[in-house]
């Protein structure tokens, strides 16, 4: 899953307010109302967008798209977390190259064939020609029009896809087609971008670089690298330069493992478990409570980001433990603010003293040499967390592994409270050693598997609404296999 907003409302209707209907027959007078009312049956005036644009959000208008749209995401998220609701596996495919999803689109062949994960069966949008080595995509991420903007093309009210090439070029996609609509080239040879991701959602974009390494003569001869990132930050729409900043030892101390960019702050990642926020425009230190320690004991660190939802709380994961967290005033000090707890998500383990120590039944002690690891695989651990705009869901997926057989299940939980709504089992089997990727959008949930060998695989489930007959065509569910043209995948649907 990838954090960030990844769709920024699609509401339709004109930025104009319902006209008043007619006053009734020639002659007669207007029915009066009481200051700041208005007459029966006429819409209210707004005179300021702003204003029209709060009413709207609120649902004074029942003619209007975004009302519509708001009341249908309601009955869907309340139909999927009914129990009678179930997602059933419609079908898998297999791919030697890595494969993406971005908005109901799968992506083979380094972006290159483009296939819809909505309907039943895969069905292909678009394949392009091969590309050579030099043009390879590193990242990529959807870019959908701000609403309420004129823009200079009209190429940018359609939906694109932002991709970063092996040679730092930045190109802006057709989602539809694959066409290139606008290129810029990022840098010389200082550096390798490599990483994309959103600042603002939809608005402001940061370009990440790949950890700066000195050749091996160079770390021989005694010299040390002190730039360890560079961060090129863009305006979509249009593409537009603001600036950049290098990620300096020398600056931000010598044990810098990693760093992101969102919603305006520089969060900056260190070993044992520390992380540091900074005013992203100052880059001056602000911030009680501003370093964030999981106390927890892992192979795996834990990582920290802004909620993708916008209300400005930060979701901090560790193997068996989610805050959320939000940015308050302290009380009588209204000068500062703190990280205070929101509410708190934990794995559903076995409650088991982790003593040192042990007894046995003929009364030998026994010290352990080691302790359990808070990521053991053994006991259920959070490998993925996500959020779903739409529904106002977060999606956390957890994984068991007993052997060589792991288990994992998707969890619903309500976005305000953290309370688990839903709970759905993938069937595949879940190896923790391998790279894995869920995505939930709307009815559709995406499991994406890196194997050894580069081998890359693709579940795909959709919501059903259980019934007699639904469980007795499970049991007898039937596998066809269906080539993609001109390409050596398998798709495999029941």
């Not at 991420?141 to 823009?151: D, P, Q, S």
Request: aromatic share 8%.
């Amino acid at each position: 899953m990838r954090e960030g907003g990844r769709r920024p409302g699609r509401v339709t209707a004109p930025l104009s307010a319902p006209q008043p209907e007619a006053s009734g027959r020639a002659g007669e007078p207007r029915a009066s109302a009481e200051p700041g009312m208005c007459p029966a049956g006429r819409a209210p005036e707004a005179r300021h967008v702003c204003r029209l644009l709060g009413r709207r959000a609120h649902g004074f208008y029942a003619r209007d798209a975004g009302v519509a749209h708001r009341t249908n995401m309601r009955l869907l998220r309340e139909i999927i977390c009914q129990e009678s609701t179930k997602f059933k596996h419609v079908w898998t495919t297999h791919s030697a190259s890595p494969i993406a999803y971005e908005r109901g689109r799968i992506y083979f062949d380094n972006y290159r064939c483009c296939i819809s994960s909505i309907a039943q069966e895969p069905r292909i949008l678009y394949q392009k020609p091969k590309s050579p080595k030099s043009e390879k995509i590193e990242d990529a991420l959807l870019l959908e029009c701000a609403l309420g903007e004129t823009l200079p093309s009209s190429s940018d009210y359609k939906s694109s896809l932002v991709v970063l090439t092996a040679q730092n070029w930045l190109l802006r996609l057709s989602a539809d087609s694959g066409e290139i609509l606008e290129k810029i080239y990022l840098a010389g040879s200082c550096c390798k971008f490599r990483y994309l991701s959103w600042d603002t959602p939809q608005e402001v974009m940061v370009i990440k670089s790949a950890q700066n390494k000195l050749p091996a003569a160079a770390r021989q001869a005694g010299i040390q690298q002190s730039v360890l990132f560079y961060l090129a930050v863009f305006q979509v729409l249009p593409l537009s330069f603001i600036g950049m900043l290098e990620i300096n030892k020398k600056i931000f101390g010598k044990s810098v493992t990693d760093v992101a960019v969102s919603n305006g702050v520089l969060i900056v990642m260190y070993s044992m478990g520390l992380v540091r926020l900074y005013n992203f425009q100052a880059i001056s230190e602000k911030a009680k409570n501003g370093i964030q320690d999981m106390k927890c004991c892992s192979l795996e660190p834990d990582w920290i980001y802004f909620h993708p939802d916008m209300s400005g709380r930060i979701i901090h994961v560790g193997p068996n433990l989610i805050k959320v967290l939000k940015i308050k005033e302290i009380e009588n000090n209204v000068t500062q603010m703190e990280i205070a707890e929101d509410f708190l998500i934990v794995a559903n383990r076995e409650n088991s003293v982790n003593s040192s120590v042990t007894v046995t039944a003929s009364g030998r002690v026994v010290k352990k040499r080691f302790n359990l690891l808070d990521d053991d695989p053994e006991q259920e651990t959070f490998k993925i967390v996500d959020y779903e705009d739409e529904l106002d869901l977060l999606s956390i997926v957890a994984v068991t592994q007993i052997g060589a057989d792991g288990r994992a299940h998707l969890d619903f939980h309500c976005n305000e409270h953290g309370i688990l709504l839903k709970s759905i089992p993938l069937l595949e089997s879940w190896d923790v050693t391998y790279s894995h990727e869920v995505y939930f959008d709307r009815d559709i949930v995406l499991h994406i598997e890196q194997k050894p060998n580069r081998r890359f695989s693709c579940y795909v489930y959709q919501m059903v609404c259980n019934t007699a007959q639904e469980e007795e065509c499970s049991s007898h569910e039937r596998t066809e296999r269906v080539s993609c043209k001109k390409g050596g995948r398998i798709f495999e649907y029941t």
